[in-house]
């Protein structure tokens, strides 16, 4: 027969470009662009630890002055705005990033290491569909379900993580605004490059000075944001650790608190799954963004009877994924977000084989430059070794199995988180009961990391509380 | 010398068609289809982005692949022969062109393809079994099969019974196959499912594994004349099933996508979906084709484009 | 007058739906509105604040798991069975808080209507702060309230019957179980209250009250890692840093209200009810 030549794809990579990447950023306060005064750092390309960028990070000045905007912005006419006409300000948003969105996915890939196929496809599609989504609850508040009278509850201080960084920036502004409140937001400290072309597009979209300010920085901005006495409420995604100093720090202070934390979820595949599809679920559920997921499927649950048959179709799964150049068309796993991220992998990743679990991954060279860790699966994981048990934030799934419903769920259930859970099983009935069973926010069935802006997203226990996404997500920005 | 050794079970999946209980058994046995989860996996295979030397492998793989197919009722011998020439030199001006895999014709047309064919590599298919109903007696569907075979078709391309299918008939489909590769002699079978009247792609599933227990050498979509014909999804199940069967039984069958495959794109994106699913193993005539008609002419034209850097129209290349 | 002599009762503890003393063989006196000693209540110990909390998580899968309309009969009984010691109510609470007899009638009254009410809501809350959710995809989206687990309170110092049960009825209304911290110096209602409870069809567990010291007790709960939720209703605002700041280690829900928030004479609002819900929100696809 003919030639058998293998099919290699040859690179797609996007254009950079596109991403309009400016020398210098600096911080976003009462509708002006400045340097902030901090430190300068460089924003780095995780894929290749090129320097992006010098971002001209905030201070505590900076936050001083972006708490003051706010305020400012909140007591002078935002507040008091008329839904209408904030609705309007929040759809021009979500058309200019619908508009600009081959950008901001350029740009998100560059700053942040995740394949260009799913900034384009997820993290940018989805901000805009949050902005458009709570443009249109500007003007229902007082349908919402909150009482006939809802008020703002006043200046918004939200920190977020580096893992969807222009998504978790529409997550939290979005409802916020929406509400009638002001906000300062300070985005992770790796990855600020969307958040600060957000802020282009809010100013283009001529929002109020004050009402949007963003702010580059580091821990220490993030501390003075949340113990600034001029605000009133915090919003966090971010780790369990993180959150508890932060719940900590306003103890009993008045300000209201979201916590959006860790997880560890398990994605539990009975032997009646629809298999090919939860193999599917499982990659999507801990190799989607390179794991760096709070809800991502870090355990899989394999009934007993199939654990064989399934791990085997997994590896062979995982052998067709495509690892590599985050700004390829055809790339599946892109970059570790930073050195600092790829090194808790590695220690969490050995802890696993020190403990005994059985170390795979596929044959899938490393780039050289960048910061890169293969996809891995865990098997012969103990239940009490530290990677069935701590949230490893990277491309590493912990197999264990179980023999029953009950076993699945008390397995399942049996950690201090509880953010998500998968369930597949082509029988109603169990989904149903599992579901219910399941300690956790968010409940996949038969599917795996989904997100829409009217799906209430957030965790039990350990993995926060309070709500983003749907009507629910207006309850923290609402005094009622 | 033990005699506590069991006799080996009945490893051949062959032993599941003993009667219709059985065959209904493993068929339901099979695992179930997600509908939602099959078509977000089609579609994330979609955005693959194949470019420059890629593509052009992956034209010409596609033209190799194409069983260039005219089905209607006014196919006369020279639309026939003048499909076959386009078949084996589908671009006069570029020798490099490789030719089509096969040519499809009705049973009456073989010997007229047969001849114009002849010393090519192209082969000739025949559409049997009452196609594409397949509505009359079993007796009348093989003498249409042997017409074809003794007139030299190669390649026979039958349909199954749905209605016995839907019924859950599943052994009356069976014995049909059977009964038809047997009287195909050397010919191979193509074994058309009819997907867009089977539904569900469970359904797509266990016609598939029907098929391929009764000895199918390809699996193929659709006759093209129902809507919906091949799809993503209903690829991707039916690519699924031979892997799986090739996985379980070491034999490695093939599969046929017919209908509404009009675009060079299209043809890559499945070619994309056989390399990731199934696996590059696949990626050859012998196990892979599209049956289309107007497709050829969309890859010569990309074809064009890749070498000439610029858009084609459609009079640079030739009306079939 | 007759010569009997009364029989007084002995209040000790309600846990795991059994009337134990502390196990620190503790008590102290409860004086009444006047200076005399009404009563020796247990003085409970950290590890009756660790074996209340057991006994409500243990309590925690059966009561979470009943339906809402046994939930709505159970807490409906309750109110049945304070109505039949209405006297006796009125009485301690009199004795307890002082005032008028009216003042404490009516304090009684609302506090059987408050049982009433929330039993109302056990099968209608989740309708009110659940839903389907409109994806924009081929999935089936639903959201639900189920309860947060285990509930921490501090019961309001001043109000010893309708401040308690304003406060524990919201809580055991959506599945929830409690470990309460009784009024310090006004523990009695609470323990003539468990009896009712112990004979109104809540299982064991569901409630389980403490009487003792709050400032002794109440860092032992906040701090406890099976409690998911710390109700501070009871704790003066500048005392609640401390607790809160134990609460966060386990990331709990902390509920510190205004002083009067939901505890009053006044129709309390949902406030209590969705302080210790977790809105769960399930997908699934639509195909066939």
């Known amino acids: ?480 | 010398m033990s005699t506590t050794e069991v006799a080996p079970p009945p490893g051949s999946v062959l032993d599941v068609s003993q009667d219709n209980a059985s065959l209904r058994r493993f068929l339901h046995g099979l695992p179930g289809v997600d509908q939602v989860g099959a078509e977000a996996r089609a579609a994330m295979l979609a955005t693959r982005s194949i470019k420059s030397s890629a593509k052009a492998w992956a034209i010409d793989t596609a033209i190799r692949m194409v069983d260039l197919t005219t089905l209607e009722g006014s196919d006369t011998p020279g639309k026939v022969r003048s499909l076959c020439a386009k078949g084996r030199r589908p671009d006069a001006a570029d020798p490099s062109t490789p030719s089509v895999a096969a040519i499809c014709v009705y049973g009456d047309r073989v010997d007229v393809a047969v001849e114009a064919l002849h010393g090519s590599s192209v082969q000739v298919a025949a559409v049997a079994t009452a196609f594409p109903s397949g509505r009359v007696a079993l007796q009348t569907k093989l003498l249409d099969v042997v017409d074809a075979v003794e007139a030299g078709a190669g390649e026979i391309d039958m349909v199954i019974d749905r209605a016995a299918f839907l019924a859950g008939d599943y052994l009356s489909v069976y014995e049909e196959i059977v009964a038809t590769k047997l009287v195909c002699g050397d010919a191979h079978l193509k074994v058309i499912l009819e997907t867009g009247e089977l539904v569900t792609l469970d359904s797509v599933r266990r016609a598939s594994w029907l098929a391929l227990l009764a000895g199918g050498d390809f699996i193929k979509t659709s006759t093209g004349k129902i809507s919906p014909a091949a799809t993503p999804p209903v690829a991707l199940v039916m690519l699924q099933a031979v892997r799986d069967f090739a996985a379980l039984t070491g034999d490695v069958r093939g599969v046929k996508l017919a209908g509404g495959i009009r675009t060079t794109k299209e043809a890559v994106r499945y070619l994309v979906m056989v390399n990731e699913v199934a696996g590059d193993r696949w990626l050859s005539p012998a196990t892979f084709r599209f049956g289309a008609s107007s497709l050829l002419n969309d890859l010569l034209q990309q074809r064009h484009k890749l070498s000439t850097g610029a858009y084609d129209g459609a009079d640079y290349v030739s009306v079939d | 007058m007759s010569d009997r002599l009364d029989v007084r009762k002995t209040y000790k503890l309600y846990i795991a739906g059994a009337f134990p003393r502390s196990e620190s063989g503790r008590s102290y006196p409860v004086s009444g509105a006047g200076d005399t000693v009404l009563a020796h209540a247990a003085q409970a110990s950290r590890k009756d604040v660790r074996d209340a909390v057991s006994a409500a998580r243990k309590a925690f899968g059966g009561w979470s798991g009943a339906t809402a309309y046994n939930r709505a009969q159970v807490l409906y009984r309750v109110a049945e069975m304070m109505e039949g010691r209405r006297e006796q109510f009125i009485a301690e609470v009199l004795a307890g808080d002082g005032g008028t007899r009216d003042a404490a009638a009516t304090v009684v009254d609302a506090a059987i209507d408050r049982w009433v009410w929330y039993a109302g809501w056990a099968d209608k809350y989740a309708q009110i702060a659940g839903g389907a959710n409109p994806v924009a995809g081929p999935y089936f989206n639903f959201s639900v309230p189920e309860p947060s687990g285990v509930v921490g309170i501090v019961a309001p110092q001043q109000d010893s019957l309708l401040g308690l049960i304003s406060v524990i009825a919201p809580a055991l209304t959506t599945g929830n179980t409690v470990v309460v911290l009784a009024a310090t110096d006004r523990p009695l209602a609470a323990i003539t209250l468990s009896e009712v409870l112990a004979t109104a069809d809540l299982p064991g567990g569901v409630v389980n009250v403490l009487t003792g010291y709050v400032a002794e007790l109440a860092p032992w709960l906040a701090s406890h890692r099976d409690v998911n939720c710390l109700d501070l209703t009871g704790v003066a605002a500048a005392d609640r840093v401390p607790l809160a700041v134990a609460a966060a280690d386990s990331v709990k829900r902390v509920h510190s209200p205004g002083e009067r928030a939901g505890i009053g004479l006044d129709e309390p609002g949902l406030a209590r009810l969705a302080a210790f819900v977790e809105i769960k929100t399930v997908w699934h696809p639509l195909g066939v």
């Open chain 1, 1 to 480: 027969m003919p030639d058998m030549k293998v099919f290699e794809y040859a690179p797609a990579p996007e254009s950079r470009d596109i991403a309009r990447l400016k020398p210098t950023y600096g911080v976003f306060v009462d509708g002006q662009f400045r340097p902030g005064r901090g430190e300068p750092v460089k924003s780095i390309n995780p894929a290749t630890e090129e320097a992006l960028a010098e971002i001209q990070e905030a201070d505590a000045s900076d936050v001083n002055d972006a708490v003051s905007a706010a305020r400012r912005a909140y007591d002078s006419g935002w507040s008091k705005l008329a839904g209408t006409q904030r609705a309007k300000y929040l759809y021009r948003i979500a058309r200019v990033i619908q508009e600009r969105s081959r950008e901001l996915a350029v740009l998100e890939t560059l700053d942040n290491g995740k394949p260009i196929r799913e900034s384009r496809d997820v993290d940018v599609p989805t901000a805009a569909a949050h902005f458009f989504d709570y443009a249109g609850w500007a003007d229902k508040l007082a349908y919402a379900g909150f009482g006939p009278n809802p008020h703002p509850v006043g200046v918004a201080a939200q920190v977020i993580p580096w893992n969807f960084p222009l998504l978790m920036a529409a997550w939290k502004i979005a409802p916020a605004l929406a509400a009638g409140n002001t906000v300062v937001l300070k985005p992770a400290e790796t990855t600020p490059l969307t958040a600060m072309t957000l802020a282009e597009i809010i100013a283009e979209c001529e929002l109020p000075p004050g009402v949007v300010n963003i702010l580059p920085g580091g821990p220490s901005v993030g501390q003075s944001l949340v113990d600034h006495p001029g605000v009133d409420k915090i919003a966090f995604t971010g780790s369990t650790a993180v959150g508890k100093q932060i719940q900590k720090s306003v103890a009993a202070s008045g300000k209201r608190l979201s916590l959006e934390l860790g997880g560890k979820a398990a994605n539990i595949v009975f032997d009646d799954a629809p298999l090919d599809q939860a193999v599917e679920g499982i990659v999507n559920g801990i190799f989607f963004n390179q794991g760096h997921v709070c809800c991502a499927g870090s355990r899989l649950l394999v009934q007993e009877s199939i654990a064989d048959v399934f791990i085997s179709a997994l590896k062979d799964r995982l052998q067709t994924l495509r690892l590599g150049d985050p700004m390829d068309k055809n790339t599946d796993i892109g970059a570790i977000n930073s050195a600092a991220q790829l090194g808790r992998i590695r220690v969490l990743a050995d802890a696993g084989e020190a403990e005994g679990g059985q170390r795979w991954s596929p044959d899938c060279p490393l780039p050289e430059r960048g910061f890169w860790f293969p996809p891995t699966i865990f098997t012969d994981v103990g239940p009490a070794s530290r990677i069935a048990r701590e949230e490893i934030f990277g491309p590493v799934l912990s197999v264990l199995t179980f023999r029953t419903p009950q076993e699945a769920v008390d397995k399942a259930n049996n950690t201090p988180y509880g953010l998500s859970a998968g369930i597949w099983t082509d029988k109603g009935s169990r989904i149903l009961w599992m579901a219910n069973k399941l300690r956790a926010g968010v409940v996949w069935a038969n599917t795996f990391n989904r997100f829409d802006p009217t799906s209430p997203f957030g965790g039990y226990t350990e993995s926060g509380f309070g709500r983003e996404g749907g009507r629910h997500g207006l309850e923290a920005y609402l005094d009622v």
